[in-house]
């Protein structure tokens, strides 16, 4: 069992930045899938950042070249920096290990 706990959402003016954090309860540097999800009202959840070979990330075109995804295997951690936020960006984001999924943290971004 693996416990992963978000934080770092909050609301933010476009244009502006966000760092992300998602803490896992146990080492996950093995573990396929990880990467960072997120869901809008009234939408499916999305995929926003996938690791696919070590440190490297791949990204939908929607937030790629805005958003970045690392991780700290040392800290069992995994970051989501996200700049040029817009408010399509709005949305609960959830980081995933495995089967393993946090609670999410709340991102807003206003016009």
């Known amino acids: 069992q693996v416990q ?4 770092g959402g ?10 992300l954090s998602c803490a ?7 573990i396929n899938p990880m990467g960072w999800y997120r869901q809008a009202p009234g ?4 995929l ?3 690791f696919i070979i070590g440190d490297s990330a791949s990204y939908p ?9 690392t991780r700290d295997d040392s800290k ?3 970051y989501l920096q996200m700049n040029s936020l817009k408010s399509e960006d ?4 959830y980081c995933r290990a495995g089967p393993w999924w946090g609670q999410g943290t709340q991102v807003t971004v206003s016009s």
């Open 76 to 78: 069992n951690t995994m």
């Open 24 to 30: 896992a309860s146990t080492s996950i540097f093995s």
């Open 61 to 69: 075109d929607s937030v790629k070249g805005r958003f970045s995804a």
């Open 90 to 93: 709005t949305a609960v984001y």
């Open 10 to 19: 909050g609301l933010v003016q476009a244009g502006g930045s966000l760092r």
């Open 43 to 46: 939408k499916q959840r999305e």
């Open 48 to 50: 926003v950042a996938v």
């Open 4 to 7: 992963l706990v978000e934080s």
